[in-house]
């Protein structure tokens, strides 16, 4: 089997979203409507729909669901403000991954750009410019998925970290697309999924999604990596990206950069697969980016049972920064990458 249509994370579907609560797997398929700007931020902020494509395309359909709400409720000269309020909303659910800016950067233009036409017709374009952004993710990350692919010999083991699949995208997903089309092709190589401490979309995602694809899948915890790389067990690392800064540096779930200084220990190499919604030509280098830093308990809990003392000091940033010196090169929908990286002649 390979992946489908049926375990897609968002759809819109006219005056809602239908989420699959990615908080729940793998213990429970549920899907949950969404029918206000509210619901979005939140579900946003709360990971139930997590993965930076994702995002960008919640926030997206939300900003539509929002304005069309305001539609009912305020003149039709307000609407400006209902857009700039709800765009600024929603960019400030989630600080790292630039695919919600992107998305709704793109979002108001579109509204922008239609000014002067009547409130029917800028509502149908903000619909369509959110299916738009859909759509052209689902179709990057295919041609991500053939580059990739060409990567995956017969036999090889790649590791993976976080979760960079469909249920991170709107289909196919980036760092996992090209091991759905190299298993099209009858090609046999094995992945090893970090478990990706501490919310753990390795295991319950990853490891999740790749099984019901019938892909061979290995679970490790993020402290075996090592191990198995020196068993040579790993011939390529493949992850995704939430932020890629003109020089290619590249934020990703906090683990990936120690996992990036093993695979160039080992000699191994170290792909980064990514979307150019993805990439954020406004910022020079990594240190530019902004982490995220989440709540205590998501390290001090496990399973809802305290697994460390009360009151203990936390630091849980969500995501690390790669330097580009570390990476092999950048699989977008655009092209390959390689060093030196220069993204901003290469994309603008
Ligand atoms: O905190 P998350 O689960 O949203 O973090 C997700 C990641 O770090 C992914 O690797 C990244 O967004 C790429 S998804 C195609």
New binding site residues.
Partial sequence: MSIDDSFRSVRFNQDKIVLLDQTRLPEEIKYVDLYTVEDVFWSIRN?LV????A?GIAAAYGLYLGVLDASKKRASTALNDSVEEYTRYLMSARPT?VNLEWALRRMKQRWDHEKGLSVEHKLTALQDEARAIDLEDEAANRIIGEHLAALIKEGMGVLTH???GAL??SRY???LSGFYIAKERGVDFKVFADETRP?L?GARLTAWELQQAGIDVTLICDNMAATVMSQGKIQAVM????RIAANGDTA??IGTYSVAVLAHHFGIPFYVA?PTSTVDLGIDHGQQIPIEERAAEEITKFNGRMVAPNDITVYNP??DVTPHELITAIVTEKGVFSPPMDLRSALS
Avoid: E, L
């Avoid at 997590?50 to 494509?53: I, S």
């Avoid at 992850?239 to 939430?242: K, L, P, R, S």
């Fill in positions: 990971m997590r993965g930076a494509p995002i991954a976080c979760n960079a991170a995208t997903g980036t760092a919310v979309q992850v995704g990206a939430d990703n779930k990514a969500a995501f």
